[in-house]
């Protein structure tokens, strides 16, 4: 009924329930206070005074927005205004009375009794009326079966995610049964209702006993490996017979805002997050802001990223740079979209064209360079070595010196954990872009300075999509070997990073982010297909089909102890040890000269000669 009515009338009641409650609460308070004679007495003399008491609280309760609220709606804040509208109320009564009636004396305790009265009655009115609406709201039309449901969580996020689902059961058909928490000090507490039923180990028999039929983990502050510990022992327990659904990790939330439209499927992202790493914004956006930011391979995943998070930063101009027409194209349209007054510039160009690269230069005058653009598929290009030799070295020898002529600022290279003890072509033409970088910087005024990481997330190359592919084709997963690990990162952290070490870097060395603890390629193959609400050697096989040629079992991202921590976490830096000179440099224009020419077994002789850590056709 309540529901139906218009505003007016809704108004009225409020008012209506606010008077009986004030009025309720002066003549009690005097009634607790006094004997029957000496009440009777007391309200004959403050009669008309009653009438002061009710105009001065209304008007109270309207200054403070009392009835421009929904009462159905009502929480702790609505209570805490109500406290202050009294409070507010009780003290300008107290100088009316003693102005109005200057000879009678009010006992203290009666404004204390008379307030905790108002306050009460008048919550207890609001919550009322909450709670039968709700009810109301609650025992609706809907007839569909309701989900039965365990919170995993019971902090303030599994606190908000049931206060969104009790205010919205009959969109949302969910009937919360309680909570998990492996905190012992929480069992058998109640939150809005509900009870911590017990930790992960009780999941199997709570779902039996409560006929449970999904789970809502809400633990955004958990790391990867923590996830996945709780992810695998919740499976193990219950399988594929219920849903699983998870809150998405904190850098993912919009705002902080907890609902049930939040609530999504486990994703592998989710397994291997790490601890949040908050972004100093003041020296990156020094870096960027009114500068023209020139990226070269924008359009690849991790490009199009950087071009993504620089564009935040209010550059002057934003060149992309990328030889595929269809990338540059893509990155066009989603920055385009995303920030609408940026000034773009997408160009299609081959950062190995020496004339064209040199004529973007001239024409956009850059203050910092990205240089992102490299052939890094490890088996592909163990297939085709003349394209990484000529691509990789290239471009960056070519990026380089042109960073030095037209004055560039600040250079960023992004390279590769694959370029420390190399195994493959493409770590060894990476672990050359490093020193072709660190022999320019010797006779530059140019910041040169690269970033080293390991796999990402998302980026093109993933084993990832191809594991995916092979789910959905109903398997097997192919894996190289049972102990292949490898380092993972989402590509937007990693991207973040990057920016860090290019605003607080020092020129001339080498940063490195720290990847966390390596993966098993297998136990990835295996939470994926768990994922997918599978089950591993049973529904999808896993067969191991040996180390392709260039593979390493175990990557690296720096030798023992180069490393040295920096101001910013999870960035470190390196001590690069240079033991070539600038003939270096001439000896590798030579080398791109002659590549075509030379056969495979001459041309990893020739790479061995430049990274004599290179090992030829190994695995390590």
């Given at each position: 009924?309540?529901?139906?009515?218009?505003?007016?009338?809704?108004?009225?009641?409020?008012?209506?329930?606010?008077?009986?409650?004030?009025?309720?609460?002066?003549?009690?308070?005097?009634?607790?206070r006094?004997?029957?004679?000496a009440?009777?007495?007391?309200?004959?003399?403050?009669?008309?005074?009653?009438?002061?008491?009710?105009?001065?609280?209304?008007?109270?309760?309207?200054?403070?927005?009392?009835?421009?609220?929904m009462?159905?709606?009502?929480?702790?804040?609505?209570?805490?205004?109500?406290?202050?509208?009294?409070a507010?109320?009780?003290?300008?009564?107290?100088?009316?009375?003693?102005?109005?009636?200057?000879?009678?004396?009010?006992?203290?305790?009666?404004?204390?009794?008379?307030?905790?009265?108002?306050?009460?009655?008048?919550?207890?009115?609001?919550?009322?009326?909450?709670?039968f609406?709700?009810?109301?709201?609650?025992?609706?039309?809907?007839?569909?079966?309701?989900?039965?449901?365990?919170?995993?969580?019971?902090?303030?996020?599994?606190?908000?995610?049931?206060?969104?689902?009790?205010?919205?059961?009959?969109?949302?058909?969910?009937?919360?049964?309680?909570?998990?928490?492996?905190?012992?000090?929480?069992?058998?507490?109640?939150?809005?209702?509900?009870?911590?039923?017990?930790?992960?180990?009780?999941?199997?028999?709570?779902?039996?006993?409560?006929?449970?039929?999904?789970?809502?983990?809400?633990?955004?502050?958990?790391?990867?490996?923590?996830?996945?510990?709780?992810?695998?022992?919740?499976?193990?327990?219950?399988?594929?017979?219920?849903?699983?659904?998870?809150?998405?990790?904190?850098?993912?939330?919009?705002?902080?805002?907890?609902?049930?439209?939040?609530?999504?499927?486990?994703?592998?992202?989710?397994?291997?997050?790490?601890?949040?790493?908050?972004?100093?914004r003041?020296?990156?956006?020094?870096?960027?802001?009114?500068?023209?930011?020139?990226?070269?391979?924008?359009?690849?995943?991790?490009?199009l990223?950087?071009?993504?998070?620089?564009?935040?930063?209010?550059?002057?101009?934003?060149?992309?740079?990328?030889?595929?027409?269809?990338?540059?194209?893509?990155?066009?349209?989603?920055?385009?979209?995303?920030?609408?007054?940026?000034?773009?510039?997408?160009?299609?160009?081959?950062?190995?064209?020496?004339?064209?690269?040199?004529?973007?230069?001239?024409?956009?005058?850059p203050?910092?360079?990205?240089?992102?653009?490299?052939?890094?598929?490890?088996?592909?290009?163990?297939?085709?070595?003349?394209?990484?030799?000529?691509?990789?070295?290239t471009?960056?020898?070519?990026?380089?010196r042109?960073?030095?002529?037209?004055?560039?600022?600040?250079?960023?290279?992004?390279?590769?954990?694959?370029?420390?003890?190399?195994?493959?072509?493409?770590?060894?033409?990476k672990?050359?872009?490093?020193?072709?970088?660190?022999?320019?910087?010797?006779?530059?005024?140019?910041?040169?300075?690269?970033?080293?990481?390991?796999?990402?997330?998302?980026?093109?190359?993933?084993?990832?999509?191809?594991?995916?592919?092979?789910?959905?084709?109903?398997?097997?997963?192919?894996?190289?070997?049972?102990?292949?690990?490898?380092?993972?990162?989402?590509?937007?952290?990693?991207?973040?990073?990057?920016?860090?070490?290019?605003?607080?870097?020092?020129?001339?060395?080498?940063?490195?982010?720290?990847?966390?603890?390596?993966?098993?390629?297998?136990?990835?193959?295996?939470?994926?297909?768990?994922?997918?609400?599978?089950?591993?050697?049973?529904?999808?096989?896993?067969?191991?089909?040996?180390?392709?040629?260039?593979?390493?079992?175990?990557e690296?991202?720096?030798?023992?102890?180069?490393?040295?921590?920096?101001?910013?976490?999870?960035?470190?830096?390196?001590?690069?040890?240079?033991?070539?000179?600038?003939?270096?440099?001439?000896?590798?224009?030579?080398?791109?000269?002659?590549?075509?020419?030379?056969?495979?077994?001459?041309?990893?002789?020739?790479?061995?000669?430049?990274?004599?850590?290179?090992?030829?056709?190994?695995?390590?």
């Amino acid at each position: 009924m309540y529901r139906k009515m218009n505003y007016n009338t809704r108004l009225i009641l409020k008012i209506f329930l606010d008077s009986f409650a004030i009025i309720f609460a002066f003549v009690f308070g005097y009634f607790l206070r006094f004997p029957w004679d000496a009440f009777l007495k007391e309200m004959h003399t403050l009669g008309y005074f009653l009438i002061v008491v009710l105009v001065v609280r209304l008007v109270c309760f309207s200054s403070f927005r009392l009835y421009s609220t929904m009462w159905r709606y009502s929480e702790l804040p609505s209570i805490m205004a109500l406290m202050k509208a009294t409070a507010v109320g009780s003290i300008l009564l107290v100088i009316s009375h003693y102005f109005l009636l200057p000879k009678h004396n009010i006992p203290r305790s009666i404004p204390f009794i008379d307030f905790l009265c108002v306050v009460f009655l008048a919550g207890s009115f609001r919550f009322s009326i909450r709670y039968f609406t709700t009810r109301k709201r609650d025992t609706g039309s809907s007839t569909a079966p309701r989900r039965r449901v365990l919170i995993y969580g019971a902090g303030d996020t599994g606190e908000q995610l049931l206060r969104n689902i009790q205010q919205s059961k009959i969109m949302s058909g969910i009937d919360v049964v309680g909570f998990i928490d492996d905190d012992s000090n929480k069992r058998s507490q109640y939150i809005h209702g509900k009870r911590v039923l017990g930790g992960r180990n009780d999941v199997s028999a709570l779902v039996k006993q409560k006929k449970i039929t999904g789970i809502y983990f809400c633990v955004p502050s958990l790391s990867g490996s923590e996830t996945r510990e709780l992810f695998r022992s919740i499976n193990e327990q219950v399988g594929s017979e219920i849903e699983i659904l998870t809150i998405p990790g904190l850098s993912d939330l919009v705002q902080g805002r907890i609902s049930i439209n939040v609530l999504r499927k486990f994703e592998l992202s989710d397994l291997l997050r790490r601890s949040q790493v908050h972004l100093e914004r003041e020296p990156v956006e020094q870096l960027i802001k009114d500068q023209v930011v020139l990226i070269v391979g924008g359009g690849g995943s991790i490009g199009l990223e950087l071009c993504r998070q620089v564009a935040g930063f209010l550059p002057k101009e934003l060149v992309v740079v990328d030889a595929s027409e269809f990338n540059t194209y893509t990155a066009e349209q989603v920055l385009r979209k995303s920030f609408p007054k940026l000034n773009l510039t997408p160009l299609v160009a081959d950062a190995c064209n020496n004339e064209l690269l040199r004529n973007i230069f001239e024409r956009t005058k850059p203050a910092i360079v990205f240089h992102a653009a490299a052939y890094k598929h490890v088996p592909l290009m163990e297939e085709n070595p003349w394209a990484a030799i000529y691509n990789n070295l290239t471009s960056t020898l070519q990026l380089t010196r042109f960073a030095s002529e037209f004055g560039v600022k600040r250079f960023i290279l992004i390279s590769s954990d694959k370029a420390v003890k190399p195994t493959s072509v493409m770590g060894a033409t990476k672990r050359m872009c490093e020193l072709i970088m660190l022999l320019e910087q010797q006779h530059s005024n140019t910041d040169f300075m690269a970033v080293r990481f390991g796999n990402v997330l998302g980026s093109s190359g993933s084993v990832i999509p191809l594991f995916q592919q092979q789910i959905t084709n109903g398997g097997p997963i192919t894996v190289t070997h049972p102990e292949i690990t490898r380092f993972f990162m989402l590509i937007s952290e990693a991207v973040e990073l990057v920016l860090q070490a290019g605003a607080v870097g020092a020129s001339g060395q080498i940063y490195v982010l720290d990847m966390g603890k390596p993966i098993r390629i297998a136990e990835l193959a295996e939470y994926m297909i768990e994922i997918c609400g599978l089950r591993p050697h049973r529904d999808i096989k896993i067969e191991y089909t040996g180390l392709r040629p260039g593979e390493k079992l175990y990557e690296s991202l720096y030798f023992e102890g180069e490393e040295t921590p920096t101001r910013v976490p999870n960035l470190f830096v390196l001590q690069p040890k240079l033991s070539v000179d600038q003939k270096y440099i001439a000896e590798i224009e030579q080398l791109i000269v002659r590549n075509p020419r030379l056969s495979r077994d001459e041309l990893m002789a020739e790479i061995k000669r430049f990274v004599p850590e290179f090992i030829t056709n190994g695995n390590g």
